[in-house]
């Protein structure tokens, strides 16, 4: 009878164990992929580092690295196939770069041209102010003079009447 239950016993915990191993395995792969899960991008970081030049665009640096990409999966330069396609495709790329550029420099112009056009309104807006201070300035000027000419006005005319009266006395 212990024979029997020996091997029971057994079965048991060899099915216990095979529990705790697929548990324990699934455990170390899920560290193990948590500290290397970010190898491939890190990898991208340094290879994207390599090709950087200076004052390289961003669609330039993509485009590289879609090139690197294609070359490492077919194995190296050795194995990238020049088809009449690919000769196309550089081709109208070729045609595509001479568009944008041509786009580009065209948005430059209409952005210096906005820039200009901004730039002439201020100057009108600033010199209308200062037209309307030195008019608001002549216009107190002349209310002035105006004033003046007026207080001068009354005072010879109080002398005149004052020069009147002696007359009369006098007559």
């Not at 057994?10 to 560290?31: D, G, P």
């Not at 430059?108 to 056009?117: G, I, L, S, V």
Request: glycine letters at 4%; proline letters at 1%; charged letters at 35%.
């Amino acid at each position: 009878m212990l024979p029997f239950m020996a091997r029971d016993l057994f079965k048991a915990i060899s099915a216990l164990l095979a529990r705790i191993q697929k548990s324990v395995e699934s455990v170390c792969k899920t560290v193990l992929v948590l500290s290397h899960g970010q190898a491939q991008v890190e990898r991208g970081f340094s290879q994207n580092r390599e090709l950087s030049v200076t004052n390289l665009s961003e669609k330039a640096l993509i485009a590289k690295r879609a090139i690197v990409d294609h070359v490492t999966s077919v194995g190296g330069l050795e194995n990238v196939v020049i088809s009449k396609g690919l000769k196309m495709a550089a081709s109208s790329a070729r045609q595509a770069y001479h568009l944008y550029l041509e786009e580009e420099e065209e948005k430059k112009k209409r952005k210096d041209q906005k820039r200009q056009r901004e730039e002439d309104m201020e100057e009108v807006e600033r010199l209308a102010a200062k037209k309307k201070r030195k008019v608001e300035k002549e216009i107190r000027r002349l209310e002035d003079n105006a004033d003046r000419m007026l207080d001068e006005a009354e005072i010879h005319a109080s002398q005149l009447s004052g020069t009147g009266k002696c007359l009369e006395k006098i007559c």
